[in-house]
């Protein structure tokens, strides 16, 4: 378990280095080599980190169900690997249609960039543990996971 934990990291890490590369190429050229400005509230509310959400969620999703591993309950399956990336991804979808098709007042803004966050943190602790549960199984003999 702790080599699936470990190898979930690294995976994690690495998926928000390479998915988010063009942000970090954009905040590496505005300190380093440029005066150009970035404003981190037109970050937060243009959508990049939604969509890097939606793809990693809908994507985790989509491994778990052409893997062999199958968790036992499939209540919990359900709750797991379908409610939550579908709200995640409605929330995603709802957020950026808000941010885009108005301006937004501060108000507005602060509770945007909060709920924003939220779902990043989410998206982040989904993937962490999901991909757990995916490498455990594969260093398990092939059976279906008795997790209820």
């Given at each position: 378990?702790?080599?699936?934990?470990?190898?979930?990291l690294?995976?994690?890490?690495?998926?928000i280095?390479?998915?988010?590369?063009?942000?970090?190429?954009?905040?590496?050229?505005?300190?380093?080599?440029?005066?150009?400005?970035?404003?981190?509230?037109?970050?937060?509310?243009?959508?990049?980190?939604?969509?890097?959400?939606?793809?990693?969620?809908?994507?985790?999703?989509?491994?778990?169900?052409?893997?062999?591993?199958?968790?036992?309950?499939?209540?919990?399956?359900?709750?797991?690997?379908?409610?939550?990336?579908?709200?995640?991804?409605?929330?995603?979808?709802?957020?950026?249609?808000?941010?885009?098709?108005?301006?937004?007042?501060?108000?507005?803004?602060?509770?945007?960039?909060?709920?924003?966050?939220?779902?990043?943190?989410?998206?982040?602790?989904?993937?962490?543990?999901?991909?757990?549960?995916?490498?455990?199984?594969?260093s398990?003999?092939?059976?279906?996971?008795?997790?209820?």
């Open positions: 378990m702790i080599t699936s934990m470990g190898k979930s690294i995976w994690t890490l690495l998926i280095l390479f998915g988010l590369s063009q942000l970090w190429i954009l905040i590496g050229n505005s300190y380093l080599l440029t005066n150009f400005s970035i404003i981190y509230n037109q970050i937060l509310l243009d959508g990049v980190l939604l969509f890097f959400s939606s793809t990693l969620v809908a994507s985790i999703s989509i491994d778990y169900f052409i893997s062999e591993t199958k968790i036992s309950s499939k209540a919990v399956s359900g709750l797991v690997f379908v409610l939550f990336p579908c709200i995640i991804i409605i929330v995603c979808i709802w957020l950026f249609t808000m941010c885009f098709e108005r301006s937004l007042t501060d108000i507005e803004e602060d509770f945007a960039r909060n709920v924003e966050m939220a779902v990043v943190s989410m998206t982040i602790v989904f993937t962490f543990f999901a991909k757990v549960l995916l490498f455990h199984s594969n398990q003999p092939k059976k279906r996971l008795n997790l209820l």
